[in-house]
């Protein structure tokens, strides 16, 4: 281990990122090697610890780092892949059969609102493709932060995709508690937290869609 500049990383720039300290921008840290976060996990394991929770920022800019580190582990500690969900499909076909668990954060039902918000392009084809990889590969976890202002244009296409493309079962973790961060004040929506009639619309767009695992 060493000290020196580090950048944890994220391929999104959410502009209401709570995280952007580390996911924006370069910090001071300890840099480890692949062997020394290897040996960490697999201490972790042999005192009880269930999975390796590969996060962020986003664990995405460094794949083929912890790649490297679980080439080194020997106690075969299960992955937690914790994850806004935009990846390659190069990325995806190296996660299959590496990844136990797949998190991944389901933010926009829409390109425009993706790219407004998150500074990224093509948005819902490549999530919606992850998303069914995920299914197919590992086990699945949804997690959706509802934006205020994003219910009819976001929310809904993501609560209809899932539940007639994934399945009404898919496990669904809504949430209520988004708070302005960062830049968020570029956006009007954006400047306040999610009102009750929001959330109220919400759980009943969860319900019309036939969702039955939604986890609050
Ligand atoms: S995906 Fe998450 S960590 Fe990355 S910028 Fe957006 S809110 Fe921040």
């Known amino acids: 281990m060493r000290s020196g500049r580090i950048s944890l990383g994220c391929n999104f720039a959410c502009i209401h990122c709570q995280n952007w300290e580390i996911s924006q921008q370069f910090v ?4 480890y090697r692949e062997r020394e976060i290897a040996a960490l996990i697999d201490d972790a394991k042999r005192r009880g610890c269930r999975n390796q929770n590969w996060v962020g920022g986003d664990p995405i800019p460094h794949i083929p780092f912890w790649l490297r580190v679980l080439l080194l582990e020997t106690e075969g500690m299960p992955v937690f892949f914790n994850t806004n969900g935009y990846y390659s499909a190069e990325a995806s076909s190296l996660l299959r059969g590496v990844v136990d668990i797949y998190k991944i954060d389901f933010k926009y039902g829409s390109d425009r609102c993706a790219e407004k918000i998150s500074d990224v392009s093509n948005y819902w084809t490549v999530l919606t493709r992850n998303l069914r990889g995920a299914k197919q590969h590992g086990e699945l976890l949804i997690r959706v932060l509802v934006l205020p202002g994003h219910i009819d244009c976001c929310l809904r296409r993501i609560l209809s995709f899932i539940s007639e493309e994934l399945g009404p079962e898919t496990r669904v973790n809504l949430m209520d508690q988004y708070s302005p961060h960062w830049k968020a004040s570029e956006l009007p929506e954006l400047r306040r937290r999610l009102n ?15 969702m039955r695992n939604v986890i609050l």
């Open 196 to 210: 009750s009639a929001e959330w109220g619309k919400a759980l009943r767009l969860a319900s019309e869609a036939g």
């Open 28 to 31: 001071d840290g300890e840099i």
